[in-house]
T-cell receptor
Framework: GEDVEQSLFLSVREGDSSVINCTYT??????LYWYKQEPGAGLQLLTY?????DMKQDQRLTVLLNKKDKHLSLRIADTQTGDSAIYFC?????????????FGSGTQLTVLP | EPEVTQTPSHQVTQMGQEVILRCVPI?????FYWYRQILGQKVEFLVS????????KSEIFDDQFSVERPDGSNFTLKIRSTKLEDSAMYFC???????????FGSGTQLSVL
C-alpha cells in the first residue's frame, strides 16, 4: 500500500534555511502537499505541487520534487521562530471518483533563537 | 478567505454515548472528507463523500460511524457508541473539484472518558 515517510525532528537556528524531507511510495500520486500544524491547531495548507512539476517557489517556501526517487522536500528560507510547528507531507492518489490524502508522520521543526 | 468551519472545537463524552461532529465546508466545494489524528500518530483518512454518498471509506470507518449532509451547508460525522480509542482530533476537509487542493478545518478534539 501507499506510504509516506518523514524524519521526526529538525532543529535550526533562526535565520538559517530549513529543509524538511519526505519520501512516498505511490507512483500514481498526482498532488503532493505540505501542511503546517501549530500546537492545538488544525492543518494549514502551506503549498502543494503537481506531480508533473520539479519545483515550486512561493515566497520563503521552495518545494522540490524528484519523481524518479519519489522524494519531496520543503525548504524554508530565513526560518523564523514562528515557523516552529509540525510539518506534514501528504500525497493524493486516485480512488474512484474521489481522491484522498495519505499523510506522513510529520516533522517537528524547532527554530532556536 | 473562505474556510472550513468545525464545531465544537472540543467535545468530551462518556464511553458508549453518541456524538455528532459538525462541519461547514467551503460553500462551492463538492468533495467532503473526514480525517482523524490520534495524539502522537499520523493523520488518518476516514471517509470521503461526493454527490450525496460515500465515495470511499477506510477500515477505521466501521458501522459505528456515519456521515450525513443534511442540508446544503453542513457535513456531519456521527459516532454511535463511542469507545475510548475514538479519542482523537477529527478534521473535516473539502475541495471544489476532483483535481483541486484540499482545505482542512481546525478540527474537533474528541475526548472519550
Amino acid at each position: 500500500g501507499e506510504d509516506v515517510e518523514q524524519s521526526l525532528f529538525l532543529s535550526v537556528r533562526e535565520g538559517d534555511s530549513s529543509v524538511i524531507n519526505c519520501t512516498y511510495t505511490d507512483s500514481s500520486s498526482t498532488y503532493l502537499y505540505w501542511y503546517k500544524q501549530e500546537p492545538g491547531a488544525g492543518l494549514q495548507l502551506l503549498t502543494y505541487i503537481f506531480s508533473n512539476m520539479d519545483m515550486k517557489q512561493d515566497q520563503r517556501l521552495t518545494v522540490l520534487l524528484n519523481k524518479k526517487d519519489k522524494h519531496l522536500s520543503l525548504r524554508i528560507a530565513d526560518t523564523q521562530t514562528g515557523d516552529s510547528a509540525i510539518y506534514f507531507c501528504a500525497e493524493s492518489r486516485s480512488s474512484g471518483s474521489a481522491r484522498q490524502l495519505t499523510f506522513g508522520s510529520g516533522t517537528q521543526l524547532t527554530v532556536l533563537p | 478567505e473562505p474556510e472550513v468551519t468545525q464545531t465544537p472545537s472540543h467535545q468530551v463524552t462518556q464511553m458508549g454515548q453518541e456524538v455528532i461532529l459538525r462541519c461547514v465546508p467551503i460553500s462551492n466545494h463538492l468533495y467532503f472528507y473526514w480525517y482523524r489524528q490520534i495524539l502522537g500518530q499520523k493523520v488518518e483518512f476516514l471517509v470521503s463523500f461526493y454527490n450525496n454518498e460515500i465515495s470511499e471509506k477506510s477500515e477505521i470507518f466501521d458501522d459505528q460511524f456515519s456521515v450525513e449532509r443534511p442540508d446544503g451547508s453542513n457535513f456531519t460525522l456521527k459516532i454511535r457508541s463511542t469507545k475510548l480509542e475514538d479519542s482523537a482530533m477529527y478534521f473535516c476537509a473539502s475541495k471544489e473539484g476532483r483535481n483541486e487542493k484540499l482545505f482542512f478545518g481546525s478540527g474537533t478534539q474528541l475526548s472519550v472518558l
